[in-house]
C-alpha cells in the first residue's frame, strides 16, 4: 500500500517571504498522481496545486509550484510571496493511475503559520 | 453554481444512536468519497463510490454504511457500533478515473460529537 509522509509538522514564515513544505511517498507504481490541498481554518478542503507523475515540469499556480523529484519519490510545495491568507494546514496526497477507483492517499499534514 | 454540501454542518449524538450525514453534488461526477479527520490528523477514507447503486470500502469502514440511490448523493450513516464517532467527516467527489487527473472536490465538511 501506498504511504504519503510529511515530515514537518509545522511551518513558520515571514510574509512575502518563501516556504518550502515537503512530502515523500512511497510506491512501486510508476504511473500515479500527485496533489497538495489547503485546509484553512473553515476546514475547507481546497486544491493547490496537482502534478502527474509522467510529466517533467515541475507543476505552478501563481504563487505556488512545486519541486517533483520522481526517483526520489519527493514531491515539495513552495509558497512564494507568503501572504496571510496562506496561513492553514497542507496536505500531500497520492493517487494510483491504475488502482480502482480514484482513492487519495493523505499525509498527515503541515501547519503553516505565517507572521505579519 | 455547482458544488458539494454537506449537512449539518454540526451534528450531536447521544450513544447507542444512529446519525446520517447528508452529501449532494452538482458537479454531474460519477465518484463519491467519505473521508473521517481527527483532530491534528490527515484524512482517511471511510467508502467510495464509483457508480449509482454501488460502493466499496475505505481503510476505516467499520462502524459506517452508506447507499449511493442517486448519482447526486451519497448518505452516510454512522452506527452504534463505531465505537469513536467524534469526528470531521468530510464529503467529496470527481470524475472518474478516465477523466485525467480526477481530482478531489471537497464539501465543507460535517462535525459530529458523541454526548
Known amino acids: 500500500a501506498q504511504t504519503v509522509t510529511q515530515s514537518q509538522p509545522e511551518m513558520s514564515v515571514q510574509e512575502a517571504e518563501t516556504v518550502t513544505l515537503s512530502c515523500t511517498y512511497d510506491?512501486?507504481?510508476?504511473?500515479?498522481?500527485l496533489f497538495w490541498y489547503k485546509q484553512p481554518p473553515s476546514r475547507q478542503m481546497i486544491l493547490v496545486i496537482r502534478q502527474e507523475a509522467y510529466k517533467q515540469q515541475n507543476a505552478t499556480e501563481n504563487r505556488f509550484s512545486v519541486n517533483f523529484q520522481k526517483a526520489a519519490k519527493s514531491f515539495s510545495l513552495k509558497i512564494s510571496d507568503s501572504q496571510l491568507g496562506d496561513a492553514a494546514m497542507y496536505f500531500c496526497?497520492?493517487?494510483?493511475?491504475?488502482?480502482?477507483?480514484?482513492?487519495?492517499?493523505f499525509g498527515g499534514g503541515t501547519r503553516v503559520l505565517v507572521k505579519p | 453554481d455547482g458544488g458539494i454540501t454537506q449537512s449539518p454542518k454540526y451534528l450531536f449524538r447521544k450513544e447507542g444512536q444512529n446519525v446520517t450525514l447528508s452529501c449532494e453534488q452538482n458537479?454531474?461526477?460519477?465518484?463519491m468519497y467519505w473521508y473521517r479527520q481527527d483532530p491534528g490528523q490527515g484524512l482517511r477514507l471511510i467508502y467510495y463510490s464509483q457508480i449509482v447503486n454501488d460502493f466499496q470500502k475505505g481503510d476505516i469502514a467499520e462502524g459506517y454504511s452508506v447507499s449511493r440511490e442517486k448519482k447526486e448523493s451519497f448518505p452516510l450513516t454512522v452506527t452504534s457500533a463505531q465505537k469513536n464517532p467524534t469526528a470531521f467527516y468530510l464529503c467529496?467527489?470527481?470524475?472518474?478515473?478516465?477523466?485525467?487527473?480526477?481530482?478531489?472536490?471537497f464539501g465543507p465538511g460535517t462535525r459530529l460529537t458523541v454526548l
Open positions: 458537479l454531474n461526477h460519477d465518484a
Open positions: 496526497a497520492y493517487r494510483s493511475a491504475r488502482a480502482a477507483g480514484n482513492k487519495l492517499t
Open positions: 510506491t512501486s507504481e510508476s504511473d500515479y498522481y
Open positions: 467529496a467527489s470527481s470524475h472518474n478515473r478516465d477523466r485525467g487527473y480526477g481530482e478531489q472536490f
